[in-house]
């Protein structure tokens, strides 16, 4: 499970740190892919799966659908944590996201997403400004 935010430092070569508590599940490989609202998506192997199979049984005639599949299979990359417990970002994703030398890396229960620091910064912003009243509206599905 992928909880809490952290600050990671990307290298010139463009590797990011992994928080160390997320390590193990993705050990056996991850797929880093372009994300909504301007982050990137990080899911191990075993939850991409199910998730790429859901995505790949939409209809191909509904626009929507084949936009998805495009924002999501075209940008996707397989990779492997490096024995320092880093992953190589390619450059293009790193810059659909605005990331350069630092990451916020965030948990979000069963996969992670990554933000350059100003986006995470507009995201804590809307948090801030708008929760309580999302919390209202949702307050059914909870």
């Known amino acids: 499970m ?5 600050t990671h430092s990307v290298d010139e070569k463009g590797r990011l740190a992994v ?19 301007g982050c990137l998506l990080v899911y191990p192997a075993a939850s991409w799966l199910p998730l790429a199979e859901k995505v790949s049984a939409l209809s191909i005639g509904d626009p929507d659908a084949r936009l998805l599949r495009r924002m999501l299979f075209a940008n996707a990359v397989d990779v492997q944590l490096d024995k320092q417990g880093r ?16 990451a916020i890396v965030v948990g979000m229960h069963t996969f992670i997403e990554v933000w350059s ?5 507009a995201q804590d ?4 400004r708008d929760g ?9 599905l909870v």
């Not at 620091?117 to 910064?121: D, H, K, R």
């Open 117 to 121: 620091p100003e986006g995470w910064a």
């Open 87 to 102: 992953v190589l970002v390619p450059a293009e994703l790193r810059a659909q996201a605005g990331i350069e030398r630092e």
């Open 2 to 6: 992928f909880l809490g935010r952290y």
């Open 19 to 37: 928080p160390a508590r997320f390590r193990d599940e993705l050990a056996a490989g991850l797929v880093v892919t372009r994300g909504f609202d």
């Open 125 to 128: 912003a809307a948090v801030e």
């Open 132 to 140: 309580a009243a999302i919390a209202e509206r949702l307050a059914t």
